[in-house]
C-alpha cells in the first residue's frame, strides 16, 4: 500500500510539473501568401490568438475550436546566427524563434507574432 501511494505522489509531482512547463502566449495572427507573380500577400486574421508553448512543441487552435501541436521542434542556427527551433510534419514547416510561431508551406502561412506571454492565465 505504501508503494501505492507513493507511485501515486510522484506521478501527480510529474503531472504538476508539466502543468507550469506550458507557457501562454498572446499574438497577432497574420496569414501570409506569396504570389506567383512576385505580389505577395499579407491579412490579420486575429489580434487575440493564443499559442502554448511547452519547450519543444507549441500548439495553437487556427480555427478556434481543434488544437493542433506542432512535431518535436529540434534547435537550430538561422540567419544572422539566430537561434530557433524547427520540425516538420505533413508538409509544414513549424518554427519557433523569438516571440514567433510559423506554420508554413513553401508559399503560404500563419504567423503567430508579437507574442507576449500572458501572466495569470
Do not use: W
Not at 21 to 33: E, F, N, Q, R
Amino acid at each position: 500500500m505504501s508503494r501505492l501511494v507513493a507511485f501515486i505522489a510522484v506521478l501527480l509531482t510529474f503531472t504538476s510539473c508539466s502543468a507550469y512547463a506550458v507557457t501562454t502566449y498572446k499574438c497577432v495572427l497574420t496569414h501570409s501568401i506569396q504570389g506567383t507573380d512576385g505580389n505577395d500577400s499579407a491579412q490579420v486574421v486575429n489580434k487575440d490568438a493564443r499559442v502554448y508553448d511547452a519547450g519543444n512543441t507549441f500548439s495553437f487552435s487556427p480555427d478556434g475550436s481543434k488544437m493542433v501541436t506542432s512535431p518535436e521542434l529540434t534547435d537550430i542556427i538561422g540567419q544572422n546566427d539566430q537561434p530557433m527551433k524547427a520540425g516538420t510534419a505533413d508538409n509544414l514547416m513549424y518554427i519557433h524563434v523569438k516571440n514567433s510561431f510559423v506554420i508554413a508551406t513553401e508559399t503560404e502561412g500563419y504567423i503567430y507574432g508579437d507574442c507576449v506571454e500572458v501572466v495569470g492565465k
